[in-house]
């Protein structure tokens, strides 16, 4: 039987598997050994939060602005972002920007260089995140949606310069200015379970889900007009979206527990293609375009908590990494291949960091 090589960041190497010859010219090691998680996404320690030590952590979405090697954590247990450093494999805490009210969506505007953070008061709060600027790091603006409850997730069009947040429970999802920062569109009475907004530069829309509706939305950004809405044909209850511009496919984040599932859309079609039952039961979703890797924050799935991997095209399941639940959110940094997501077990507060290895089984 062949044997695999398992190695950390640091070693420079990557697992030694058996994998199949898929194109002509590509050297592959040979193995008999199966896929497993630790063959793709790496355990690594758990990343601190100083102001949060021993605490039970309550967290929301992260980003990584890929440009500035940093990441931003809506952490509730701080009472706002936390900055690290992802300049090294090692992220490192930087500082935490006080929001008021608890912070749930981050989005990184870097075209304008602005952080937008939807917040439990039904605010969104613009943090001014431009180098050299002698307000970098602080809140600039603070818009109320007119909700009573929380602004939840949100995403950011850089053609049109427009934010879109979702108030996830008030059935509010609002358009801003991010050059003007100023609320242009408010459409109300979207229903409940707003959940994930997503831009997709093929196309130039944004789309938007709804657990409780089971249903994707579709707007066009440029006139703020609501396109259309469709009802997933099967019961995934979607969370999370993420979107491959260059197939116009993305992944549902189904939080559906009963039948767990992840399912593949066809945005153009706003259709399904097919449903993976590997994993499900989950939140968050994100794309990457230089791995051409889905990652999907499986917090409630029924098997085990699960960072789940599905290759971008063709779209398939890859490999689920062991989490804990609660670890509903997820980012990726491409300088150092490390995925992240939230640690909210009792008294850890914290992030769990995996190294995603350098040959990924196809």
Not at 157 to 182: E, M
Not at 224 to 243: E, Y
Not at 247 to 269: E, F, H, R
Request: proline share 7%; net charge neutral; with cysteine.
């Amino acid at each position: 039987m062949g044997s695999v090589h398992r190695c950390t960041p640091l070693c420079g190497g990557c697992p030694r598997r058996v994998l199949p010859a898929l194109a002509a010219g590509i050297v592959l090691f040979v193995t008999i050994l199966p896929v497993v998680a630790a063959d793709v996404l790496l355990p690594l320690p758990d990343v601190s939060i100083p102001p949060a030590q021993g605490k039970t952590g309550s967290f929301d979405i992260m980003e990584v602005d890929q440009a500035a090697h940093l990441m931003y954590v809506a952490d509730r247990t701080t009472g706002g972002v936390d900055i690290f450093n992802v300049s090294t494999p090692a992220a490192q805490y930087v500082q935490t920007i006080t929001t008021g009210a608890a912070p749930n969506g981050v989005t990184v505007a870097k075209n304008v260089n602005k952080l937008f953070v939807g917040t439990g008061d039904s605010s969104v709060v613009i943090i001014d995140i431009a180098p050299g600027s002698p307000t970098r790091n602080t809140i600039i603006a603070r818009l109320n949606t007119g909700g009573k409850k929380r602004t939840d997730e949100m995403d950011y069009d850089p053609v049109d310069k427009k934010l879109y947040a979702a108030n996830s429970d008030d059935g509010i999802v609002t358009a801003v200015d991010a050059v003007r920062n100023t609320i242009v569109k408010k459409f109300d009475n979207m229903g409940d379970g707003l959940e994930q907004p997503r831009y997709n530069p093929a196309d130039g829309m944004m789309y938007l889900t709804s657990s409780d509706q089971n249903a994707v939305f579709q707007f066009d950004p440029r006139s703020d007009v609501l396109l259309r809405k469709v009802t997933v044909s099967v019961p995934c209850n979607p969370n999370g979206l993420a979107i491959n511009p260059s197939t116009n496919q993305a992944i549902l984040g189904c939080s559906n527990t009963k039948t767990p599932m992840t399912v593949l859309w066809d945005v153009t079609a706003a259709r399904v293609i097919t449903t993976f039952p590997d994993v499900g039961g989950g939140d968050a979703v994100v794309y990457n375009a230089k791995t051409n890797l889905f990652f999907f924050a499986a917090s409630n799935f029924p098997k085990g908590a699960a960072l789940a991997v599905f290759s971008g095209s063709p779209v398939r399941w890859i490999a689920n990494a062991p989490t804990a639940v609660g670890s509903h959110a997820v980012t990726y940094d491409e300088t150092n291949r490390m995925v992240y997501t939230i640690n909210q077990q009792k008294g850890q507060a914290g992030l769990m960091a995996f190294w995603l290895v350098s040959e990924i089984p196809k």
